[in-house]
């Protein structure tokens, strides 16, 4: 990935959707970042694919979302939220990418994680402007904007890469108690 991989041209990110997605998963990353037994059954059901506990589990912390799917590979896991057309569903997960380990995902890294990722969705959710900027960067696959709109908010420095693919956003976070990148993604999920 270059940073300019996926976006379709015909559809374009609003930053309503943003805002829409972060306010549906903050509760649920603020879950992650401060409860240290939720983030371990979590990570244990991603581990195990145990669609069933993380449905529960994402429930507990959201009950009033609406989820049109959710996902697990055994190194990350995916929630898909169901828009009209032309959008249909737009996702958000975590995941270490495909091909380098299975059935591995580590507890603190994704507190880690959780922590790092926080204020950039408390942002999406509290500024329309601050989303409708994002979403702007993205359609425009403006990467340097896209970065430093980011980099106002997650200021981690195991954040080591910001790119963006189908019409979203992928964050690559590399810490030193894991050997696995593992990327925060937000992006259009395409069906049919």
């Not at 080591?160 to 992006?187: D, E, P």
Request: aromatic share 14%; hydrophobic share 45%; net charge positive.
């Amino acid at each position: 990935m270059n940073g300019k991989v996926g976006t379709d041209a015909q559809f374009r990110l609003t930053g309503a959707i943003l805002r829409k997605v972060a306010g549906i998963m903050i509760p649920f990353y603020r879950k992650i970042a401060c409860n240290y037994s939720f983030a371990l059954r979590w990570s244990k059901a991603v581990r195990t694919t145990d669609i069933d506990t993380l449905a529960k589990m994402f429930k507990s912390v959201a009950p009033s979302a609406k989820l049109s799917s959710l996902s697990s590979n055994g190194i990350g896991y995916f929630f898909d939220f169901e828009f009209p057309d032309p959008i249909i569903q737009y996702s958000c997960g975590l995941t270490i990418p495909p091909g380098r380990t299975q059935f591995t995902f580590s507890t603190p890294v994704h507190r880690m994680i959780a922590r790092a990722i926080l204020p950039f969705y408390r942002a999406l959710r509290s500024s329309s402007a601050y989303a409708a900027a994002v979403a702007r960067a993205i359609n425009y696959r403006n990467i340097k904007r896209l970065r430093r709109l980011v980099r106002r908010k997650v200021n981690s420095l195991a954040l080591k890469r910001i790119l963006i693919a189908f019409s979203g956003v992928a964050f690559n976070f590399k810490y030193k108690r894991s050997k696995f990148m593992y990327q925060s993604l937000l992006f259009r999920e395409l069906v049919g």
